[in-house]
């Protein structure tokens, strides 16, 4: 079901209201209508507008002021605050503060009928803002050859987040991943690779060395491409042959991309990578072999981390491919006075633009990631016809993303104008800053496992019974909602400092603690049903009004702590589009917090199920309903894993 927010429909009662005190529809800015008071003495909402209203009338229409008998912010607020006050079934309240505030409460009576929002359908959906939209949301990006980080973890987090509130605003998402299959980081590995293999199979060829591995476990083969890039990349530092062999495996590596992929797809090559064979003394054959066995568990092991994660790419983009698309793109604008030669490569002169310059085709005529990324945005509307899309990276390469982009604004402006890019911060433990050089990184897998184990600590330590299996499951959901709270709950571009004991708790703004909140409303609802009390997933809409008229001819009036938690989840609609219009899921995690806490705090102060009143229980359940289900999709919307207890 599609509904308006909480804010879009009081939005409508005030341009009503605004229109018929004769003020211009063209002077009425609905973006600025409403807002929540940071103090809530002040009431539910207010009217913040007055005083750029009366600017804008005493310019272009000051006889509207005259009509009204105003002659300043307040006055005209005074006039709007009686206007509303009239509509006794919407507002309780409507007072003037300050120049201009106009602070608006509401009845209880319009709190429980918009109830109906969130009671009317057995699945909630909120405004489709978005509808018939279609969004590429890129982001991840790994490696192959290298473990997937917590940078990597933390940029799977986000994005998919971000894909699902824009699907909850009705978006068609297209979740895609860029790889870097070729390339420095690559020649590293396959040199390392073979360097370890050579230390542990003494005893046969690298070809057969390559074979060996084949029997051992994707995490062992990991691990060992790990080893190897460390190996690699600590060699190309300290020993100058040894980086020497490195560049001349990195042609060959490109080669063998190149030809996997006119074996496996009927590729057209675009690029000559075959002249460069005969420049070098290493076995083509071996690094082929070392390069495609590599990807290929790697490509595997990143699989196995996103079906973890609870996440699935729709497609998957490689260096091997749109590097050759680039080249061509970079040598046709080379021709016409876009990219200039130095040095014997290709750079984008972006000092012109205030910007710095870069090299787009190297010196040795291979692709930079610069060039790669330009092939790769042609790619990316070829196979989807996008109307955005968004880029999400890390904010170290912020200034590479803004060459990057003048220069796609010049070879492809419409592409270009489709373009978002977004970046975000670095996750930081206290083991310091990660570096895959050293071999030391923090790995996604690692941080995963280590919030698993001590949530199952947790569960062995609580009075509450659970099957092994149990036990697993409630451990790797809740273990994964600890992380992805804590990454989700801040404004992206900020680096993160992830702390284990504040994310595992089961109090405060954490993962678990809004698992909790969730299985509490959950319980409440079954020990209803145990009583022998009908409780409805779904309400209609002549139950919603049944709910209102037994709560007005009864002249109970909302306790606060009710009040409080039924604005906060009518609230919901309002901070999911928010987050869309923002690409900013930490809106969604905040307000699921506040909601958590408003419902404890309900639960704890009011007595939920009544025996001496049946319309009181039956409202307070219809709230605890509404509790459950915008935990529910909040938490979805975010990428978390619910559980049945805990």
């Not at 460390?230 to 300290?238: L, P």
């Not at 590599?294 to 091997?320: N, P, T």
């Not at 009390?533 to 109970?556: C, F, G, M, P, W």
């Not at 809106?587 to 025996?611: C, G, P, R, T």
């Amino acid at each position: 079901m599609s509904t308006n927010s909480l804010t879009q429909t009081l939005s409508s009662h005030i341009v009503e209201t605004l229109l018929q005190l004769g003020i211009p529809n063209t002077l009425i800015d609905s973006s600025v209508l409403i807002e929540r008071p940071a103090d809530p003495s002040h009431g539910h909402f207010a009217f913040p507008a007055s005083m750029s209203l009366f600017g804008k009338l005493k310019k272009e229409n000051p006889s509207v002021l005259d009509t009204l008998h105003v002659s300043n912010p307040r006055e005209l607020a005074a006039k709007i605050a009686v206007t509303l006050e009239e509509n006794k079934e919407i507002f309780k309240s409507v007072s003037v503060a300050g120049p201009g505030f106009v602070n608006m409460t509401l009845t209880d009576t319009f709190l429980t009928q918009n109830l109906s929002s969130l009671l009317l359908e057995e699945h909630i959906s909120g405004p489709q803002l978005l509808q018939g939209k279609e969004i590429l949301v890129e982001f991840t990006d790994p490696n192959p050859f290298k473990e997937l980080h917590i940078g990597h973890l933390y940029s799977n987090v986000i994005g998919e987040a971000i894909s699902r509130v824009l699907e909850s605003q009705g978006a068609q998402v297209h979740r895609v991943c860029y790889q870097g299959d070729v390339g420095m980081h690559v020649a590293k590995s396959v040199w390392g690779m073979k360097k370890l293999l050579q230390q542990q199979f003494p005893e046969v060829s690298i070809m057969a060395a390559v074979d060996k591995m084949e029997e051992k476990t994707l995490s062992e083969k990991v691990n060992f491409l790990g080893k190897s890039y460390a190996t690699g990349a600590s060699a190309y530092k300290d020993e100058p042959a040894s980086a020497e062999q490195m560049k001349d495996i990195n042609y060959l590596t490109f080669l063998s991309g190149q030809e996997n992929l006119v074996e496996q797809t009927g590729w057209e090559p675009q690029v000559d990578y075959k002249q460069y064979v005969a420049q070098t003394a290493q076995n083509y054959d071996e690094v082929k072999k070392l390069y495609t066995r590599g990807r290929a568990w790697s490509l595997a092991y990143f699989d196995s981390m996103y079906q973890r994660i609870g996440m699935k790419f729709e497609d998957f983009f490689y260096e091997s491919v749109v590097g050759e698309f680039g080249i061509k793109i970079v040598r046709e604008f080379l021709a016409k006075g876009v990219f200039v030669e130095s040095e014997g490569a290709v750079i984008f002169p972006g000092e012109k633009y205030n910007l710095h310059n870069r090299v787009f085709i190297n010196s040795l005529g291979l692709p930079t990631y610069e060039a790669k990324e330009l092939g790769l945005a042609p790619e990316k509307y070829r196979r989807f016809k996008y109307d955005t899309s968004l880029i999400i990276t890390g904010n170290e390469i912020d200034e590479y993303f803004k060459v990057l982009l003048k220069a796609l604004e010049i070879t492809n402006p419409d592409l270009r104008a489709k373009t978002v890019h977004m970046s975000h911060g670095m996750v930081r433990l206290p083991e310091g800053k990660m570096s895959s050089r050293t071999g030391k990184i923090i790995t996604a897998e690692w941080l995963m496992d280590e919030a698993h184990s001590r949530i199952e600590k947790v569960l062995a330590d609580t009075r509450q019974t659970f099957t092994k299996a149990e036990r697993t499951e409630i451990s790797e959901v809740v273990g994964l909602s600890a992380i992805k709270f804590a990454f989700l709950k801040q404004s992206i571009g900020k680096d993160i400092a992830f702390d284990f004991d504040e994310s595992l708790a089961f109090t405060g703004n954490s993962g678990p603690y809004i698992l909790y909140s969730l299985v509490r409303a959950k319980s409440v609802l079954a020990k209803a049903s145990e009583a022998g009390i009908t409780v409805k997933n779904r309400y209609s809409a002549e139950h919603i009004d049944i709910l209102v008229n037994s709560l007005t001819q009864s002249k109970v009036a909302l306790q606060k702590n009710e009040k409080d938690l039924l604005l906060n989840v009518l609230m919901y609609f309002d901070t999911l589009s928010q987050s869309a219009s923002e690409y900013a899921p930490h809106h969604i995690a905040n307000y699921l917090f506040v909601v958590a806490q408003s419902f404890n705090a309900f639960y704890s102060e009011s007595k939920i199920i009544d025996e001496s009143d049946a319309h009181v229980t039956e409202l307070r359940l219809a709230i605890t309903q509404s509790v459950v289900k915008v935990l529910m999709h909040g938490l979805s919307t975010l990428g978390i894993k619910t559980v049945e207890k805990m």
